[in-house]
């Protein structure tokens, strides 16, 4: 993508983000009909597979896995892979995606479903695990521009936004939330970022180009 179609998309995610979570919160009905239909749905007709698979995500998905080792995982695998420039725009992308969704959490303060099973901070939109998954995602793809990338990215994110919704700990919105912060952050980042990125990938000649 161009540089200026990365940030306008970037910038349109974190407007509908910022968006959304304004209309819910200062809205009419808090949660909106759609999120009580969907909570409800989810526990009606969860399994013991689905909590199981949920949990799982739990843990990868936030606490200090997501904070540190997955982003550092992450870095070390672009490193190993002599990218350093990329690794540098990720670490910058977990940083300022991190940040997003603290500063948005704090501005509106959603209260979290009263079922919850798992213990979870203040602040119900927008869902860290899904912002997290998203920024993971799209980091990969912007930096391996593959169709694979992307479909994996895809599947990644969806997962960990219904197993929010599956432990209630998250309305359905916040995961939409989530996922629009963490891709309008990496994709912000990325129109400064990734030309610097792809340039230092072709002046390496033991390092394939991106894209």
Same mark, same amino acid.
């Given at each position: 993508?161009?540089?200026?179609?990365?940030?306008?998309?970037?910038?349109?995610?974190?407007?509908? %983000?910022? %968006?959304?979570? #304004?209309?819910?919160?200062f809205?009419y009905?808090?949660?909106?009909?759609?999120?009580?239909?969907?909570?409800?749905?989810?526990?009606?007709?969860? #399994?013991?597979?689905?909590?199981?698979?949920?949990?799982?995500?739990?843990?990868?998905?936030?606490?200090?896995?997501?904070?540190?080792?997955?982003?550092?995982?992450?870095?070390?695998? *672009?490193?190993i892979?002599?990218?350093?420039q990329?690794?540098?725009?990720? #670490?910058?992308?977990?940083?300022?995606?991190?940040?997003?969704?603290?500063?948005?959490?704090?501005?509106?303060?959603? %209260?979290?479903?009263?079922?919850?099973?798992?213990?979870?901070?203040?602040?119900?939109?927008?869902?860290?695990?899904?912002?997290?998954?998203? &920024?993971?995602?799209?980091? *990969?793809?912007? +930096?391996?521009?593959? +169709? !694979?990338?992307?479909?994996?990215g895809?599947?990644?994110?969806?997962?960990?936004a219904v197993?929010? &919704?599956?432990?209630?700990?998250h !309305? #359905?919105?916040?995961?939409i939330?989530?996922? *629009? +912060?963490?891709?309008?952050?990496? *994709? +912000?980042?990325?129109?400064?970022?990734?030309?610097?990125?792809?340039?230092?990938?072709?002046?390496?000649?033991?390092?394939?180009?991106?894209?």
């Amino acid at each position: 993508m161009r540089r200026r179609t990365l940030l306008w998309w970037g910038i349109g995610m974190l407007a509908a %983000a910022t %968006a959304l979570g #304004a209309a819910i919160v200062f809205g009419y009905t808090e949660p909106p009909g759609f999120d009580t239909w969907w909570n409800s749905e989810v526990i009606e007709n969860r #399994a013991d597979w689905m909590l199981s698979f949920a949990l799982i995500l739990n843990d990868i998905g936030g606490g200090i896995v997501a904070i540190l080792v997955v982003p550092l995982l992450v870095i070390i695998a *672009l490193l190993i892979a002599r990218r350093w420039q990329a690794a540098v725009f990720a #670490a910058a992308a977990f940083l300022a995606s991190a940040g997003a969704v603290q500063l948005l959490k704090q501005l509106f303060g959603r %209260a979290r479903p009263e079922d919850m099973i798992v213990l979870s901070d203040f602040g119900s939109f927008p869902s860290g695990h899904t912002a997290n998954a998203a &920024t993971i995602a799209v980091v *990969l793809w912007l +930096v391996f521009p593959r +169709v !694979w990338t992307a479909l994996l990215g895809i599947l990644w994110i969806i997962a960990m936004a219904v197993s929010r &919704t599956l432990l209630s700990v998250h !309305w #359905a919105t916040d995961t939409i939330g989530g996922a *629009l +912060v963490g891709a309008g952050v990496v *994709l +912000v980042l990325g129109a400064w970022l990734l030309p610097w990125v792809s340039r230092k990938a072709r002046e390496d000649p033991a390092v394939a180009p991106i894209g």
